[in-house]
């Protein structure tokens, strides 16, 4: 069992910058695919960006040149930071992990191929 507790959420202005942190105990961080969701209210939660074992990521076109994910094996934490932040980012934003370990991210979306098991309680980003 993976938990997970998001952190660095805020509000700022557009073309601001802000860094979420996932902090994650349980399961081998090392070999988790991971990614970040996000949520508006009357919206479908939608995956941003995630990253697997390897290293391989892959982000959702909106947010591709602006935002980075990233793990920290020392530290069980995964990362996303965000840049030149738009109004259309606010939104819940949610870590999430596979259930199963050693699974790859999914080309061209912003989650894991096989789907995710674990779930944060989600952060706040308002951007205006």
């Known amino acids: 069992h993976v938990q997970l507790v998001e952190s660095g959420g805020g509000s700022v202005q557009a073309g601001g910058s802000l860094r979420l942190s996932c902090a994650a105990a349980?399961?081998?961080?090392?070999?988790?695919?991971m990614a970040w969701f996000r949520q508006v209210p009357g919206k479908q939660r939608e995956g941003v960006a995630a990253?697997?074992?390897?290293?391989?990521?892959t982000y959702i076109d909106s947010v591709k040149g602006r935002f980075t994910i990233y793990k920290d094996n020392t530290k069980n934490t995964l990362y996303l930071q965000m840049n030149n932040l738009k109004p259309e980012d606010t939104a819940t934003y949610y870590c999430?992990?596979?259930?199963?370990?050693?699974?790859?991210?999914?080309?061209?979306?912003?989650?894991?191929?096989?789907?995710?098991?674990?779930w944060g309680i989600g952060t706040q980003v308002t951007v205006s």
């Open positions: 999430a992990a596979a259930s199963l370990s050693f699974q790859v991210v999914e080309p061209g979306t912003g989650y894991c191929r096989r789907g995710m098991g674990y």
């Open positions: 349980g399961g081998t961080f090392s070999v988790l695919c």
């Open positions: 990253v697997d074992g390897d290293g391989a990521t």
